[in-house]
């Protein structure tokens, strides 16, 4: 069986939880405390060179790491992600972008105020925000007159892009700054077995 290494309240692992409850896929969920430095050790390193989660596990033990490789690795022969070369490239251009413009933009911010840090983080906070809304106003423009990120339809472009760009008001983004980001969210919350971030799948066992 598919074993999944996360933690609760990563976006970049729930990308990865959505997309195995969209394709109904059994999975083992191995949830990690970050904050107890759970992925620091010994034994985590040699599953992820980087020290990070998410980290898919395949039944033959070999790991996959980067969020990003495990969601295009599970969609390959799915209707989530395309066979043509071009479309494909637009897809995986997608990937790029978020992790280039947005994901650390949004992630960090959030993480220092949830973890109750953002005074102390304020000029960071502020430098983040700056870097991100680039992002997000980016998103914004493409999304005035498409549907979806690539193509047609719904793929893991748009999973991927999804999950950081939904929770970055919790790291204080002003979001009612962008209303097509925010009804293209609304559309991909209504995917067929879209999955919010702390419900847990029928498609998994295991420790969360
Ligand atoms: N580019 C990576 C980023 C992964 C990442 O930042 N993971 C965070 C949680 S969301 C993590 O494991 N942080 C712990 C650490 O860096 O020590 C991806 O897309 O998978």
Redesign the pocket.
């Known amino acids: 069986m598919l074993r999944l290494y996360d ?1 609760r309240y ?4 729930w990308k990865i939880r959505i997309l195995l409850n969209q394709l109904e896929r059994s999975f083992e969920r191995h949830t990690l405390d ?1 904050e107890a430095g759970e ?2 050790t010994e034994a985590f390193s040699r599953l992820n060179r980087f ?4 980290v898919l596990q395949l039944p033959d033990g070999q790991t996959i ?4 490789a495990i969601l295009l690795y599970l969609a390959e022969g799915t209707p989530f992600l395309y066979k043509d070369p071009y479309l494909r490239a637009q897809v995986i251009g997608w990937m790029f972008f978020e ?1 280039g413009d947005l ?1 650390r933009f949004l ?1 960090l911010s959030r993480v220092y105020h949830i973890r109750g840090m953002a005074d102390k983080m304020s000029q960071q906070i502020e430098r983040l925000h700056a870097d991100g809304y680039l992002g997000l106003e980016k998103l914004e423009r493409w999304l005035e007159t498409h549907e979806w990120l690539a193509g047609d339809r719904y793929t893991v472009a748009d999973i991927s892009v999804f999950a950081y760009c939904s929770l970055a008001h919790e790291g204080k983004y002003e979001m009612e700054r962008f209303p097509s980001v925010n009804a293209w969210l609304q559309r991909v919350r209504a995917q067929p077995g879209w999955l919010d971030m702390f419900d847990i799948s029928p498609f998994q066992t295991g420790h969360h």
């Open positions: 933690s990563s976006g970049n692992s970050l992925t620091k020290g990070r989660i998410p790491v980067e969020s990003a992790q994901q992630a």
